[in-house]
């Protein structure tokens, strides 16, 4: 019988709130692994498993990283509760969960809170934690809010914002 490890996990937990122009009908489809390389200029995934072709409860897909693959699985996607939920693996590194709730604000203005939780698996995982910051997460969710809001109001991806 082999010896059972259980750790303390070193973990990080943000949350942002951006404000959104659109409904939650128009937007909750943007969150989608697909859809997102209309309106997000880096965003690249290699294979998106999926049903529909769409994002979906149980989606999966693949990005990368270095010279590691990151395997994204959608565990929960609910346009009529506004909820999404995902979580990806960066072998040996870390295991990150993404959860989105929109919530209308008025007719054509919503609310998306947006919490990355990343957890480490390793040193390294732990040097990925020190780096991410608060200050670097808010940059990445400004930027996303915007490249959203103007892909909503013209139909075109917003170039030159920090990566995402």
């Known amino acids: ?9 070193n973990r990080i937990s943000y949350t942002y709130e951006q404000t959104i122009n659109g409904t939650n009908k128009e937007i909750m489809p943007l969150y989608c692994p ?3 390389l209309d309106w997000c200029e880096n965003w690249n995934p290699k294979v998106v498993y999926s049903n529909s072709g769409f994002v979906e409860k149980d989606c999966i ?39 989105i709730q929109v919530t209308p604000i008025t ?4 609310k998306a809170v947006l919490t990355y939780s990343k957890t480490s698996l390793s040193e390294k995982g732990d040097k990925v934690l020190d780096e991410f910051t608060k200050e670097e997460y808010e940059i990445m969710m400004d930027s996303w809010e915007k490249a959203m809001n ?3 109001m013209t139909g075109e991806m917003l170039t030159g914002l920090p990566n995402f």
């Open 61 to 99: 897909f693949i990005t990368s990283h270095e010279d590691s693959d990151i395997v994204w699985i959608v565990t929960d996607y609910d346009i009529e509760k506004g909820h999404v939920e995902m979580v990806y693996h960066v072998p040996g590194l870390l295991v990150t969960k993404l959860e």
């Open 1 to 9: 019988m082999s010896a059972l490890i259980v750790n303390r996990p």
């Open 150 to 152: 103007h892909y909503l």
């Open 34 to 36: 697909v859809k997102e």
């Open 107 to 110: 007719e054509n203005r919503t």
